[in-house]
């Protein structure tokens, strides 16, 4: 008796589950320099450090940022460059330090602790001048995306839509404090700790 090799339709699938998405990135994703943002030696290079904290503040010892911006002038275009890798050995070789590409990636170290120098944001139409942020860390189904405003920005911020609705508790997580002359210290909260206050503000792109 023949048989029919013709496949079966197959009926709707369902959407693959997420995994976490870390910490199995540390071995390839992080790369030389990455986090130094600013051209070597720029005089008007700014420090911003932090550190990631769980939902029980504790700190997070394989999270991965990165991190883009536009240049002092407002422009993203950037310059592409952060990836270098040599012709020869195909190793990533990293930046020239020269070029400014906007666009930097840091793993926390075993305290939790990142660091980033780059140059301060320039102001877009209709938004105050920010750092968009990109967290990778270990349990999260997604990565998480928050910004970095810098202080000296008050006024513009003021105006900034994103800033404009959240309350003024909520707005605060998103605010980088001075330490000292162009440095700023910024930390994100994953979860809410002592209370939801504590926890950074998160942006949803849809």
Not at 16 to 42: E, I, K, M, N
Not at 156 to 176: E, G, H, I
Request: hydrophobic share 35%; with cysteine; proline share 11%.
């Amino acid at each position: 008796m023949a048989t029919d090799d013709t496949p079966t339709p197959a009926g709707p699938l369902a959407p693959t589950p997420s995994q976490t998405v870390g910490p199995f990135y540390g071995y390839a994703l992080p790369f030389r320099g990455g986090g130094d943002v600013a051209p070597l030696g720029h005089p008007d290079t700014i420090t911003v450090h932090g550190r990631v904290y769980d939902g029980v503040g504790q700190p997070v010892p394989d999270a991965l940022l990165e991190f883009w911006q536009a240049g002092p002038d407002g422009a993203t275009t950037g310059v592409p460059g952060s990836l270098r890798r040599d012709p020869v050995t195909g190793a990533v070789i990293g930046r020239n330090g020269v070029d400014f590409t906007g666009f930097g990636r840091v793993p926390t170290d075993a305290d939790g602790h990142y660091v980033l120098h780059t140059l301060p944001p320039g102001a877009r139409p209709g938004a105050a001048p920010y750092l968009a942020v990109c967290l990778f860390a270990r349990g999260l189904l997604h990565h998480l995306y928050t910004r970095i405003y810098l202080p000296e920005q008050v006024g513009a911020n003021a105006a900034d839509p994103v800033l404009a609705a959240l309350d003024p508790r909520r707005r605060a997580t998103l605010l980088a404090t001075a330490e000292r002359e162009r440095t700023y210290r910024f930390d994100i909260r994953i979860q809410a700790g002592d209370g939801p206050d504590e926890e950074t503000v998160f942006l949803d792109f849809g």
